[in-house]
């Protein structure tokens, strides 16, 4: 039989063993709700914003571009034709001259001192042919009664030769001294502008001087010459042979349009050492812009693409496969596409394979971008969550 002790003493423990199975209990649930609750859907990625553009037709026009220099239209150097003392300048150094404009002047006394010596030794001349015609006519008379003989006859014949050979002398002496007289006046045989002054008024000059009084330049028009490859040779050919072509001057780093024109001519000649042609072009230099000696590029334009497929350039991105695009699709996710690419044009390159037009392509933060990314514009500023950041 169980004691009064030992009842006592099991009746006291039971609590703890109840406490207990429900505690095992409990933690048995919790960890079979943990074990089997279904795992929470991941939150999708927030939409990376890019910049978005427009797969489009349009005409884009083919250029081929060179490096040239810009040379005056006509260059001459001003000399004296005469030798004497520079009286007057007439001209402002950087002065924009018209064609006949007097530029200088030589002291001209010598000059008409022997034009007038020249015509007073034909006026001389001229007397004494007057006479010895007249003496002539008389002699010719008195032949045929014999009152004069043959030989005073041809005598005088010769007479009149020699002195109407020396009044044709004297008068080509007048032309020349006339000439020389005007050789004082020293115009300029262009319209250009003046450069720097390279004789002061008061100096000796004389007509075998090499340096001149001053240069003048035609820089209105002006030309350029510049070199193209020689494999673009047929497309400028081409070109030409449809028509006028038309080149655009621009600065050495291809910021500023300074000037449009047209092509010259193409050198009759591939220079071997270079692989190069030049080529020559005419601009009207209406502003300036274009100065003898500058360094320019020069875009031709051979051809014009009507209605081809574009894209920015900035939408393109290189992978080992070549060339590729992230298009975007209606959901606002990425998948790349290769391209074949044509012509480019500054920000504008032609597609020859791979889109198609009204197609959105991605034109900013490509790096950011996996196939399946999603997108948004990044014109929206609002933030606003989009159809791509729901989860």
């Known amino acids: 039989m169980t004691s009064v002790g030992e009842l006592a003493h099991s009746e006291k423990g039971r609590p703890w063993v109840v406490g207990g199975g429900i505690l095992v209990a409990l933690l048995v649930g919790y960890w079979l709700w943990l074990a089997f609750k279904p795992a929470p859907k991941p939150k999708a990625p927030p939409a990376v914003p890019v910049d978005i553009a427009t797969v489009k037709r349009a005409d884009v026009p083919v250029y081929v571009e060179g490096l040239g220099t810009v040379q005056a239209f006509y260059t001459v150097t001003i000399t004296a034709r005469v030798d004497g003392q520079l009286d007057a300048v007439n001209f402002t150094e950087g002065q924009d001259v018209r064609k006949g404009a007097e530029l200088a002047q030589i002291d001209p006394r010598p000059f008409q001192a022997a034009l007038e010596a020249a015509v007073a030794a034909s006026a001389r001349d001229t007397a004494l042919l007057a006479n010895a015609k007249r003496d002539l006519a008389r002699y010719e008379e008195l032949a045929p009664e014999e009152l004069a003989s043959k030989q005073t006859v041809d005598t005088q014949r010769s007479l009149v030769a020699q002195l109407q050979a020396q009044v044709a002398g004297d008068e080509a002496n007048v032309d020349n001294a006339r000439t020389q007289l005007a050789y004082t006046h020293i115009v300029s045989p262009i319209s250009g502008r003046t450069g720097l002054r390279m004789v002061d008024p008061g100096n000796i000059v004389h007509a075998a001087d090499a340096g ?153 933060n490509q790096y950011r971008l996996q196939p399946k990314s999603h997108v948004r514009s990044s014109a929206d500023k609002s933030g606003a969550q989009t159809k791509a950041d729901a989860p």
């Open 212 to 364: 001149g009084i001053v240069v003048v330049t035609q820089v209105q028009p002006i030309a350029t010459v510049f070199s193209l490859p020689e494999d673009q040779l047929g497309q400028v050919n081409d070109a030409l042979s449809r028509g006028p072509v038309a080149a655009i001057a621009v600065s050495r780093d291809r910021s500023e349009e300074l000037d449009r024109g047209t092509i010259a001519l193409v050198d009759n000649q591939i220079d071997p050492t270079t692989g190069t042609v030049r080529v020559k072009a005419t601009f009207p230099n209406l502003g300036h812009k274009l100065w003898p000696g500058q360094f320019i590029n020069v875009r031709v334009l051979t051809d014009t693409r009507k209605q081809v497929l574009t894209i920015p350039a900035s939408a393109l991105q290189r992978g080992p496969d070549g060339v590729f695009t992230y298009v975007i699709d209606k959901d606002s996710a990425v998948s790349p596409v290769n391209l074949t690419l044509g012509e480019q044009n500054g920000d504008t390159v032609v597609v020859e394979k791979g889109l198609e037009a009204g197609q959105q392509v991605v034109a900013s």
